[in-house]
């Protein structure tokens, strides 16, 4: 089993910054990749991004692009979301998500993971 904490939320003005924190532990040896997620009020959960615990390698939602960076440091079993320039429509409930040793290709698919954090609130004011 795995747990996923997440931290970091808060409330900002619009065009400020926020980074978000998820801490894993437990059989944190088998990620394959870990990933962001976000559910606004009466919105299905969303991919937000997502980043391969190997390889470097990062992927985007087309909404944030540009604006969030997504970062980990395997050492410490840590996923971080650094959100700049944010908007109105940024704000949901983030939730951290973690997938085991398999790989896959539809990193956008909640489906796809197997752990999950019980999220964090970002709220962005205009």
């Known amino acids: 089993q795995v747990q996923l904490v997440e931290s970091g939320g808060g409330s900002v003005q619009a065009g400020g910054s926020l980074r978000l924190s998820c801490a894993a532990s437990g059989r944190t040896f088998s990620t394959y990749l870990m990933g962001w997620f976000r559910q606004a009020p009466g919105k299905e959960r969303e991919f937000v991004a997502a980043?391969?615990?190997?390889?470097?390698?990062?992927y985007y939602a087309d909404v944030v692009n540009g604006r969030f960076t997504i970062s980990r440091d395997n050492a410490k079993n840590t996923m971080y979301l650094r959100m700049n320039s944010l908007k109105p429509e940024d704000k949901a409930v983030y939730y951290c998500?973690?997938?085991?040793?398999?790989?896959?290709?539809?990193?956008?698919?909640?489906?796809?993971?197997?752990?999950w954090g019980q999220g964090t609130q970002v709220t962005v004011s205009s």
């Open positions: 998500a973690l997938r085991g040793p398999r790989r896959t290709a539809a990193v956008g698919n909640p489906g796809e993971y197997d752990y």
């Open positions: 980043i391969t615990w190997r390889g470097d390698s990062t």
